[in-house]
């Protein structure tokens, strides 16, 4: 099929060449017109994963009217800070029943929506959205190295499509119809993941890492019940699998931000410096408002968005969350 990629970073760019090798034509869009020839004369891409040869059927292009008019099926790999405005852009080149699958995780600060919400709000049709998230490191996927994802949508044939688009012997895909629980869990393992970082750089150990992952899992699970999603999902791929990849991998760019801000780096200095969004940082915000709104509690949500925004130390939030009242363990 002709499928459009909307999003050249690193994770759209292996998204791309994984579909490539699949045997699809690729059309991707990159922002700036250098990533677009770099890709089309050398098939290499020169700001994200430029050690890796992309298959030839990728070609790249500076306009979305260019990469999806009579595309089969659309790729969206962006932050998610400007996924309205790409639905909006979308909206007039997108037939009303192309399938989309949606890789932008976090939350809307206006609204509280998830990236589904707001494609099903601009582009309407729930059943042809879908949204593909997992333990999945472009750096180890454009390599090949074995790993799996989640596509979950309300519609199975949906799921199914894409599940085909980008599955093959090194990448594993399982479908879902939790698409509230998937899209809940990509957001929140990035928080857990600064402050998992945050511990590493301030120079605490494993046990206390091992306590954020974990009591970080149950956060995770109380607010996706809470958004009406399956507390199982929170076991699986897009739950537990993404959250111990992010926390612990030195690909990680949460991680490793949450790492370099405790020693004294800002989340400024971090972006200017890696070219790559912290979407974790934008996420302790978001899910903030939206957990406030639901009643639900999440201590270590809180305490990252008070190093990240509100200039509170380290050992100050370390010292709130170990003097918490104690409970029992699952409530």
Same mark, same amino acid.
Do not use: W
């Given at each position: 099929m002709e499928l459009a990629v909307i999003g050249a970073g690193s994770w759209g760019t292996a998204l791309a060449d994984l579909a490539a090798r699949n045997g699809h034509q690729v059309r991707i869009w990159a922002r700036k017109q250098e990533v677009c020839d770099s890709i089309n004369t050398s098939h290499v891409n #020169? +700001?994200? /994963?430029?050690? %890796?040869? =992309?298959?030839?059927?990728?070609?790249?292009?500076?306009?979305?009217?260019?990469?999806?008019?009579?595309a089969d099926a659309v790729c969206v790999v962006t932050p998610s800070s400007v996924l309205r405005d790409v639905a909006r852009e979308l909206c007039g080149l997108v037939g009303p029943?192309?399938?989309?699958?949606?890789? %932008?995780?976090?939350?809307?600060? &206006?609204?509280? /929506?998830?990236?589904?919400?707001?494609? &099903?709000?601009? /582009?309407?049709?729930?059943?042809?959205?879908?949204?593909?998230?997992?333990?999945? *490191?472009?750096? &180890?996927?454009?390599?090949?190295?074995?790993?799996?994802? =989640?596509?979950? %949508?309300?519609?199975?044939?949906?799921?199914a499509l894409f599940q085909e688009v980008f599955g093959c012997p090194t990448f594993r895909t399982y479908i879902s119809r939790d698409v509230i629980g998937a899209e809940v869990c990509a957001a929140f393992k990035n928080v857990v993941a600064i402050a998992t970082g945050a511990s590493y750089g301030y120079g605490l150990g494993d046990n206390t890492a091992a306590l954020l992952m974990t009591r970080g899992l149950a956060e995770m699970s109380r607010l996706v019940i809470a958004c009406g999603g399956e507390s199982v999902t929170c076991m699986g791929?897009?739950?537990?699998?993404?959250?111990?990849?992010? #926390?612990?991998?030195? *690909? %990680? +760019?949460? +991680?490793?931000?949450?790492?370099?801000?405790?020693?004294?780096?800002?989340? &400024?200095?971090?972006?200017?410096?890696?070219h790559m969004v912290v979407e974790g940082a934008l996420a302790c915000k978001t899910i903030g408002a939206l957990a406030k709104r639901l009643d639900v509690e999440l201590p270590i949500c809180d305490v990252v968005r008070g190093i990240v925004w509100e200039g509170k130390g380290i050992q100050e939030t370390v010292s709130s969350l170990m003097s918490r009242s104690l409970k029992p363990e699952f409530y």
């Open positions: #020169c +700001r994200y /994963l430029s050690d %890796s040869v =992309l298959d030839e059927k990728v070609v790249a292009y500076p306009t979305y009217a260019q990469v999806v008019t009579d029943e192309t399938p989309i699958v949606i890789c %932008s995780k976090g939350v809307e600060m &206006e609204t509280g /929506l998830l990236p589904v919400d707001i494609f &099903e709000q601009e /582009l309407g049709g729930a059943y042809r959205l879908a949204v593909l998230t997992g333990p999945n *490191h472009a750096e &180890e996927v454009i390599l090949g190295r074995p790993a799996g994802t =989640l596509v979950a %949508s309300s519609q199975e044939s949906t799921a791929l897009a739950g537990m699998g993404d959250l111990l990849a992010t #926390c612990m991998s030195e *690909h %990680s +760019r949460n +991680r490793t931000f949450g790492y370099k801000m405790a020693q004294g780096m800002t989340l &400024e200095e971090y972006k200017a410096q890696t």
